[in-house]
């Protein structure tokens, strides 16, 4: 008989829970390395094909070229002016088609006494012009973030769908996960799930006052979105494009904004658009409504007689471009950027190297009071800007644009060569990881010119125009709004890092 019975029945007794414990151990050992598994996967899988182009190179007569912006700002009266530009060119370009229209645009919105309701202004347009001519054909496209994910009706696109123009979402379960932290989980217990298949009024949340799914909250969790502003319209003998960083958002009808607009009669940006956005339908199984251009799609122009260059890029290739160009640069070199967001680690890190080389480098960049309808507490551009002015000694020059409200959305980066050749990266892409790091669908265009060229003049202009405050407060000193909060700067890296922000 053993000397401590006690002993070996509080043995026995915790037996069944040393097995619970393993059995646990085991379950939570699994998951984690099926979830770290589904993790690098989705951030390392190759992309769709067409998808991160970079297209070939178009020479591009001067003429068939112009720089558009729209600019809210205050004037001397203390008066807040909006100039508007570049919707009035979308609606003049749909007037103008005969054939043909692609359009790719991320947000159609609608709002009480707006500015300028733009989303009902561009589908107007779009239905008029059917109307007008029944034999044109339509490829609309967008991002499924316009329904809340089939939660509920978007008021535009119905009546798009109403009057015959079809409407196509983007599928961006086939890219990489940016927020992929929560994006891991949401692959493994609720993508299978999948979204309502119609609009519901017994919806859990309210989304902009709309009843909406759980399963559409969590779908928007994951952050990333068909974030493009394109348009193409064949008008018989000559073709238009407009590659833009505007949406047709009636909230955000004010914001300040750019655009390059081209007009081709041979094979040019027009036909790598096409092609780009026809990767996108089918990847998507959406169907794409094909159309055929004068000459042949993508053909590489090198023989034409005009003085610019110009290539349609998209995806990451826009950041593996942009990084070419600022480790290339020299003292003598500059860099001018007007940005919405500016976050991206190596655009930073390049940025500081180009400086330390002497590469005179100056930021226009929204102020973050307001990002997507909130209060963003300055995160993430103040913090950003701080460590850009802090590491290089003030040596980068950054000006705040005073926003009203808006937001200053423009994206492009203008790089001037002591050579004399300028280039500019003008569209959708705002320089964060999500945007150029092969996660979101975006789309810029590279232009390649001389300096006196007047595209490149005009460019310079606008750019002089919103840093010295020519005609209005478009900006404000670095100072008056810096923000050295080593807990907000914390909250950037962290949040750029890992995906789990709206940008």
Request: net charge negative.
């Amino acid at each position: 008989m053993s000397e401590n019975p006690g002993n070996e029945l509080a043995g026995e007794s915790l037996r069944p829970r040393r097995r619970w414990l393993k059995w646990l151990l085991a379950v939570v050992g699994v998951f984690l390395a099926v979830y770290l598994l589904v993790i690098g996967r989705q951030l390392t899988k190759p992309l769709p094909e067409g998808i991160s182009m970079k297209g070939p190179i178009h020479r591009l007569e001067e003429s068939s070229i112009e720089f558009l912006y729209d600019l809210t700002y205050e004037n001397e009266d203390d008066e807040i002016v909006a100039e508007q530009r570049i919707f009035d060119r979308i609606f003049q370009m749909i007037d103008q088609a005969e054939e043909y229209i692609l359009l790719d645009m991320f947000l159609f919105d609608t709002q009480e006494d707006p500015f300028r309701d733009l989303s009902n202004e561009l589908v107007d347009k779009l239905i008029q012009k059917k109307n007008q001519n029944p034999d044109l054909r339509f490829q609309i496209m967008t991002d499924l973030y316009n329904t809340f994910y089939n939660s509920f009706e978007n008021e535009p696109l119905a009546r798009l769908e109403e009057a015959g123009i079809p409407v196509g979402f983007s599928d961006m379960d086939r890219l990489r996960d940016s927020n992929f932290l929560y994006s891991g989980v949401w692959r493994m217990f609720f993508q299978p799930f999948g979204l309502p298949s119609a609009p519901s009024d017994d919806g859990w949340f309210e989304v902009d006052g709309e009843p909406c799914s759980i399963r559409s909250v969590l779908k928007a969790l994951n952050c990333k979105a068909n974030h493009r502003k394109i348009l193409v319209v064949d008008c018989g003998e000559i073709t238009r494009s407009i590659v833009t960083s505007a949406n047709p958002s009636a909230y955000g009808s004010k914001y300040s904004n750019v655009a390059l607009y081209f007009e081709e009669t041979s094979p040019g940006i027009h036909n790598d658009i096409y092609e780009s956005e026809r990767a996108i339908a089918s990847y998507s199984r959406m169907k794409f409504t094909e159309h055929e251009f004068e000459g042949a799609a993508g053909e590489r122009v090198e023989d034409g007689t005009g003085g610019i260059e110009a290539r349609f890029v998209t995806e990451g290739k826009i950041r593996k471009g942009l990084l070419e160009e600022f480790d290339s640069l020299n003292e003598g070199d500059s860099i001018s950027i007007a940005m919405f967001l500016l976050t991206e680690r190596e655009v930073i890190d390049s940025l500081v190297s180009a400086s330390e080389r002497g590469v005179d480098i100056r930021i226009v960049i929204d102020p973050s009071k307001y990002l997507f309808g909130q209060d963003s507490k300055g995160v993430p551009n103040r913090p950003a800007m701080s460590e850009l002015h802090d590491r290089t000694e003030g040596k980068i020059r950054v000006r705040w644009y005073n926003t009203h409200g808006e937001e200053f959305h423009s994206k492009m980066a203008i790089i001037h060569h002591s050579t004399g050749e300028a280039v500019v990266y003008l569209g959708s892409s705002n320089l964060t990881r999500r945007n150029i790091g092969d996660f979101n669908l975006e789309a810029d265009v590279q232009l390649i010119a001389d300096k006196e060229s007047e595209i490149i003049r005009e460019i310079d202009t606008y750019f002089q125009r919103i840093w010295e405050n020519k005609e209005g407060e478009c900006t404000l000193d670095y100072d008056e709004l810096k923000d050295d909060s080593g807990f907000r700067y914390l909250k950037y890296r962290v949040q750029e890092q890992t995906g789990l922000c709206a940008w």
